[in-house]
């Protein structure tokens, strides 16, 4: 199955992996081995702390570099009256809340941004859906009703 992400998240990830590949693991590999060079690893705290964090940093570079390689950049609609991938949604729920999510794909998902994965409940009950619709979503918790408001295909609309 095809993992989507939006052209913004897949930048977000390039950035992250251009930033430790040539920014942070150089000056890590440094520390270690300027700590290297004052002799007793064992008991070199600097030493084996680099140690550590070169082996965190290679591990998130691996991964990173894997999924790029995995993931499809789907550009977003510029418009449409029905939700899908990429869209700002403004759902009302049954208490009156309102809230607005982006729908992104699961390697983005930021739910203090507001960015829901496309593989969420909520994100699943709304997709195809139109303004002022009610949907129905299915959660651990529980069945909820939501309405939607508002559907934009840019964060500032």
Same mark, same amino acid.
């Given at each position: 199955? /095809?993992?989507?992400?939006?052209?913004?998240?897949?930048?977000?990830?390039? &950035?992250?992996?251009?930033?430790?590949?040539?920014?942070? %693991?150089?000056?890590?590999?440094?520390?270690?081995? +300027? +700590? +290297? +060079?004052?002799? &007793?690893?064992?008991?070199?705290?600097?030493?084996?702390?680099?140690?550590?964090?070169? %082996?965190?940093?290679? /591990?998130?570079?691996?991964?990173?570099?894997?999924?790029?390689?995995?993931?499809?950049?789907?550009?977003?609609?510029?418009?449409?009256?029905?939700?899908?991938?990429?869209?700002?949604? #403004?759902?009302?729920?049954?208490?009156?809340?309102?809230? #607005?999510?982006?729908?992104?794909?699961?390697?983005?998902?930021?739910?203090?941004?507001?960015?829901?994965?496309?593989?969420?409940?909520?994100?699943?009950?709304?997709?195809?859906?139109?303004?002022?619709?009610?949907?129905?979503?299915?959660?651990?918790?529980?069945?909820?009703?939501?309405?939607?408001?508002?559907?934009?295909?840019?964060? &500032?609309?």
């Amino acid at each position: 199955m /095809a993992r989507h992400i939006t052209p913004e998240g897949y930048k977000k990830l390039e &950035d992250e992996l251009d930033f430790l590949w040539k920014k942070e %693991r150089p000056k890590v590999t440094a520390m270690v081995s +300027a +700590a +290297a +060079a004052e002799g &007793d690893r064992s008991e070199n705290a600097e030493y084996i702390y680099g140690k550590k964090r070169l %082996r965190e940093i290679d /591990a998130r570079v691996r991964h990173l570099s894997k999924l790029l390689d995995k993931l499809t950049i789907v550009q977003p609609r510029t418009e449409g009256d029905r939700v899908y991938f990429g869209a700002w949604v #403004t759902i009302e729920d049954e208490q009156g809340k309102q809230s #607005t999510y982006r729908i992104v794909g699961p390697d983005e998902s930021d739910s203090s941004k507001g960015f829901i994965s496309v593989e969420a409940p909520l994100a699943k009950a709304l997709l195809g859906k139109q303004e002022e619709d009610w949907v129905t979503v299915r959660r651990p918790k529980g069945m909820m009703e939501v309405q939607i408001l508002k559907i934009s295909y840019s964060e &500032d609309s």
